[in-house]
């Protein structure tokens, strides 16, 4: 069956650029979640959404970031005004609930520069 | 502050070489902990979870066994397929927080 997909899969953005991410969870699943990869680093939490309530936000870096998910299934990360320092991979995860295990996609690699 | 420590941070084994990685945690209201593969340039790929001390579960060579402060994952007869990165997470909920936070992860190295 379909896993979590994310687009574009590489993002190459200008200082200043905006960028928006996309995640398509695997249907269904009610919970989302995304996360900041630095290189040779875990996985960071930034937000979860349950359905379409964006439930806890308490890792987004900045007021940069925002994500949304407006009918409880796609869901769009976007970063306005990009840094250098937000150069990192992107990684969305569903599950069928907030406790269960989290199935990721394959990320967004940004590169700020 | 709560928080997950992996070791070693990188471990290099003949095939067949038996071993253990460590997932050490410091949280309070832990409601899972989690193991994941993840390889070069891919997401991680969801292997165990772990919900109370005591707990054990397989998978092919993978063991994954949870105390009260660790999680080892034990991998037996490795082969070099097994080479990867190893994330451990715990997930803590409460209030408005419901997250997955992982430890910065175990490279494996099976040589042939």
Do not use: M
């Not at chain 2, 070099?80 to 997250?99: M, R």
């Amino acid at each position: 069956g379909a896993g979590v997909s994310q687009s574009p899969r590489y993002k190459v953005a200008k200082r200043g650029q905006d960028v928006a991410l996309r995640c398509d969870p695997i249907s269904g699943h009610v919970s989302l979640f995304w996360y900041q990869q630095a290189l040779g680093q875990g996985p960071e939490f930034l937000t979860y959404f349950q359905n379409e309530a964006q439930l806890d936000k308490s890792g987004l870096p900045s007021d940069r970031f925002f994500a949304e998910r407006p009918e409880g299934s796609v869901s769009t990360l976007k970063i306005q005004r990009t840094q250098q320092e937000d150069s990192a991979v992107y990684l969305c995860a569903s599950s069928p609930n907030v406790r269960g295990e989290q199935y990721f996609g394959p990320g967004t690699r940004l590169t700020v520069t | 502050e709560d928080q997950v420590t992996q070791s070693p941070e990188a471990l290099r084994l003949q095939e067949g070489e038996s071993s253990s990685l460590n997932c050490s945690y410091t949280v309070s209201g832990l409601r899972g902990l989690f193991w994941y593969r993840q390889d070069p340039g891919k997401g991680p790929e969801f292997l165990f979870t772990l919900y109370s001390a005591g707990e054990e579960k397989e998978k092919e060579r993978l063991k994954a066994t949870l105390t009260k402060k660790e999680s080892f994952l034990h991998i037996t007869a490795p082969k070099p397929e097994d080479s990867a990165t190893y994330l451990c997470a715990v997930f803590i909920s409460g209030g408005s927080n419901y997250k997955l936070t992982f430890g910065k992860g175990t490279l494996l190295t099976v040589n042939p």
